[in-house]
């Protein structure tokens, strides 16, 4: 099969309302492949082009509410970090805390993959309950990876695209260093992390006021 070339009617301008408008319609984020994959063939954008519009769409947002970020699954508009606590009133729906046991081990996680759930409760001192590990994967944050070659092979867990999402990030590279984790500052004395590894999320990890009942409690989900 021949392909046909570009048509020369697609000018970039047209590209860039194209990109934006398929950003702003899609649940969520898309890949550049994906968003190659609307234009019919006989009206190919130019190589470069879409790239481009990216970048025109970034720099559009330098003064605006929202920014064009790319994360693990893609590229999509958010709302900047300046204006989210304000834009957040819109949502009727009360945020899912989540207890500081449940953030420790999401943190191990993150810092640590692949991690068996023995090594988080060798680290944290503490059981690991259940319901945390359950907890964590029914939101998609985490899943099993493989299995540890040691006697029961046991599971080994580490994070996933929707957490990178969740959080805004690329890759794992983009998460900041432990010393900068200001709303768990549990974490940042007693974990012994040899390799200095990427560190976890951000504000959106809220620890719940009170943890009287340990860190081996059962997680829960409030609703405040």
């Not at 989540?98 to 944290?124: D, K, M």
């Not at 432990?178 to 992390?193: A, T």
Request: glycine share 6%; with cysteine; proline share 8%.
């Amino acid at each position: 099969m021949t392909l046909q070339a570009p048509s020369e009617s697609m000018d970039q301008d047209l590209i860039r309302r194209i990109v934006e408008a398929a950003l702003l319609a899609a649940p969520q984020p898309l890949t550049l492949t994906q968003i190659a994959a609307l234009f019919p063939e006989d009206e190919l954008p130019p190589p470069g082009s879409l790239e481009q519009a990216i970048a025109e769409l970034r720099a559009d947002c330098a003064t605006r509410g929202v920014e064009l970020a790319e994360v693990a699954s893609g590229f999509r508009f958010q709302v900047k970090t300046d204006v989210h606590a304000f834009v957040a009133r819109l949502w009727t729906e009360r945020q899912t805390k989540y207890t500081r046991a449940t953030l420790e081990t999401l943190a191990l996680i993150a810092y640590r993959q692949p991690i068996t759930r023995g090594e988080i409760e060798q680290i944290r001192g503490v059981g690991v309950n259940a319901n945390m590990i359950k907890t964590l994967e029914e939101r998609e944050w985490i899943r099993v990876i493989g299995h540890r070659d040691v006697p029961g092979r046991p599971e080994l867990f580490g994070t996933t695209k929707t957490f990178l999402d969740y959080f805004g990030l690329k890759s794992l590279d983009g998460l900041p260093p432990l010393s900068e984790l200001k709303d768990i500052p549990e974490l940042e004395p007693q974990f012994p992390f040899d390799l200095n590894p990427p560190g976890v999320a951000n504000a959106e990890l809220t620890s719940e006021p009170n943890d009287e009942a340990g860190d081996d409690a059962e997680p829960e989900l409030n609703n405040e």
